[in-house]
């Protein structure tokens, strides 16, 4: 499986981007958990969200309310939606496919927002 993360870009405080990864093989969602992550300068990698067998989703506290995870099973892939974005938001953002055989990483993709 491989991972290409596309949808990044510069937004003003208070704007909406959309992340998309896009997965070389259909997504299975009994076989993999879909997840996001973000990291900004000089900090941690950061969990984001999960989207799973259902498809169920769970996100951190960080963007719960803001940030809406979701899966095209056509188009093999997953999207991130966020609202409401601050500069705190500002971070390179990554997918991940994760399975009882181990994880696959999406290159990641730039997320600026500023005024």
């Known amino acids: 499986v491989q991972l290409q993360a596309s949808g990044g870009g510069w937004v003003q405080p208070g704007g909406s981007l959309t992340l998309s990864c896009a997965a070389s093989?259909?997504?299975?969602?009994?076989?993999?958990?879909m997840r996001w992550y973000r990291q900004a300068p000089g900090k941690e990698r950061e969990w984001l969200a999960n989207i799973y067998s259902g498809p169920r989703t769970n996100y951190a506290n960080s963007v719960m309310g803001r940030f809406t995870a979701s899966i095209d099973n056509d188009k093999n892939t997953v999207y991130l939606q966020m609202n409401n974005l601050s500069p705190e938001d500002t971070a390179v953002y990554y997918c991940?496919?994760?399975?009882?055989?181990?994880?696959?990483w999406g290159q990641g993709t730039q997320v600026t927002v500023s005024s």
């Open positions: 093989v259909r997504i299975l969602l009994s076989t993999y958990t």
């Open positions: 991940y496919a994760d399975s009882s055989r181990g994880g696959i």
